[in-house]
């Protein structure tokens, strides 16, 4: 277990800086929320004009999909399903997949860090361990600006952290699975960049057939969504509703990880890598 810490430290050191920034920046686009909630709500009292209260509400609704209750809670976590906010946090899943083998060897650092008595295991592990702690970190950092924005953007409803906490396990489960099929790629090649191209290039296109299956107008490309792992991706539900399909949704991204991590453990514990184990 000393080399398991060991080596979650050591990751944890060279990696802090960018964690650091993922997280100011999270924290700054979750006070963001409330701010612009803060000023939705001051304009909704204010409005005269009954088809501009629609147009805000329809806004509001494609954002936030079907379970939107135009409660403080519910507008503030609709814009969860923003790209900015879905990019910023789903940098640190693929990056961390990247680099857990792929990058290691690109840089030549995997033969020494094998050559000593560590086994794949515990390298395997410390990796998956760094990404899921920089997940909590990451989570604690939108919790922490929404908080803090409500104490200088007062909002109807302010939610509490624990209101909140459905709503960032979906989110930590849609991390996870990005990471999932990610550090797949990164188990079975030798340059960091391929596993990073195919993350993003995943997450992406997941997140634009999620947003086309849902345009009203566009009923006959429905069945893109069924393909889109932000189909299980539902902030504002997990909010408002919680319950059996905010479980099934974890259920589904959390499979998706476990199938990509346990594959990519296979593949790295067969490929041909310098190592004692």
Not at 15 to 25: D, E, N, Q
Not at 35 to 53: G, N, P
Not at 123 to 150: D, K, R
Request: glycine share 6%; hydrophobic share 55%; proline share 4%.
């Amino acid at each position: 277990m000393k080399v398991f810490f060991a080596l979650v430290r050591k990751q944890l050191g060279e990696t802090k800086w960018p964690l650091i920034v993922l997280a100011a920046s999270l924290f700054a686009m979750s006070w963001m929320t409330v701010f612009v909630t803060c000023r939705m709500e001051r304009r909704f009292k204010k409005e005269t004009d009954v088809t501009a209260a629609m147009r805000n509400r329809a806004f509001l609704r494609g954002m936030g999909g079907g379970s939107m209750d135009y409660s403080s809670g519910a507008i503030e976590l609709a814009f969860w399903n923003h790209p900015f906010l879905i990019i910023a946090i789903a940098i640190w899943p693929i990056g961390r997949a990247s680099a857990a083998i792929a990058g290691e060897i690109e840089r030549g650092s995997i033969d020494l860090v094998l050559s000593r008595p560590i086994s794949r295991t515990s390298y395997f592990g410390s990796q998956i361990a760094v990404m899921f702690i920089g997940l909590l970190i990451l989570a604690f950092a939108l919790v922490a600006g929404n908080l803090a924005g409500t104490i200088y953007n007062p909002v109807e409803k302010p939610p509490g952290a624990l209101q909140m906490l459905d709503p960032l396990i979906n989110l930590i489960a849609l991390c996870l699975s990005c990471y999932g099929f990610t550090v797949l790629i990164s188990a079975i090649d030798i340059v960091r960049w391929r596993a990073n191209l195919f993350g993003a290039f995943v997450t992406l296109a997941s997140y634009v057939m999620h947003v086309v299956a849902n345009i009203p107008s566009l009923d006959n490309v429905k069945f893109l969504d069924h393909y889109s792992i932000f189909k299980a991706y539902d902030p504002v539900a997990a909010f408002v509703e919680g319950g059996s399909k905010l479980a099934f949704n974890i259920e589904v991204l959390l499979a998706i990880a476990a199938i990509g991590i346990a594959a990519s453990f296979v593949a790295f514990w067969h490929r041909d890598v310098p190592s004692n184990s």
